[in-house]
Structures are given as C-alpha cells and as structure tokens.
C-alpha cells in the first residue's frame, strides 16, 4: 500500500506556471505506475499525464500537451507534474494515483489516491 501527499496548488494567472509535488510513503514507489488526474465542477476525474514506474514511459491528455511535463524521482519517493502556460480551463483539483502497473492509462487500475491541491487560473 501506498499513502500520497499532493502540494504546490494555488491561484495563477493565465500563463502562468505552478509545479505540483506527490510524496508517496513506503519502500515500493518505484513499483507503481504513477498518474495527475484532475476535476472540475461538475465533470468527471480525468487522466492529465501519467509515467511509467522507471520514468521512461509518458502519456499526456491532448489538452495539455506542450505544456504539461510529468516526472518522479525513485529516490525521492516524489512524482512531479510541472505545468506551463495555464489556461482558466485548467482551473480544478488536481490529484496524484499511483496503480500497480508498469505503466497506465486507464482509470480504474489507479487504487491508491492523495486528497487533491486545488489549482485555479484567473482570466
């Protein structure tokens, strides 16, 4: 089992750039796959990137490309999810997932979940 931790949400102006952090407890991060969700008012809780357990494999939402980067740090037990040129469509709680994959894409093999760091974009 692991227990996530997000932070590094807050109010930004559009364009502007907010990095969110996910510490994970336990010894076997580097066995999950890890993915940044995000939900807003009222719409589903949808996959924003995903990086598989080494780091070496990624997946980003259309939405986000080219501005979204998701990485980890093994050592650090931490997956990271850097995000440029806000939009106020990317305003929204923004959550960490870790699934016991080697890497994935596909929401209902995430188990393990952190409480969400709100993320809103003004115009």
């Known amino acids: 089992q692991v227990q996530l931790v997000e932070s590094g949400g807050g109010l930004v102006q559009a364009g502007g750039s907010l990095r969110l952090s996910c510490a994970a407890s336990?010894?076997?991060?580097?066995?999950?796959?890890m993915g940044w969700f995000r939900q807003a008012p009222g719409l589903e809780r949808e996959l924003v990137g995903a990086i598989s357990r080494s780091g070496g494999s990624k997946y980003y939402a259309d939405s986000v490309k080219g501005r979204f980067t998701i990485s980890r740090d093994n050592a650090k037990n931490t997956v990271y999810l850097q995000m440029n040129s806000l939009k106020p469509e990317d305003t929204a709680v923004y959550y960490c997932a870790a699934a016991p994959t080697g890497f994935d894409t596909v929401k209902l093999q995430y188990l393990y979940w952190g409480q969400g760091t709100q993320v809103t974009v003004s115009s």
């Open positions: 336990g010894r076997t991060f580097s066995s999950y796959a």
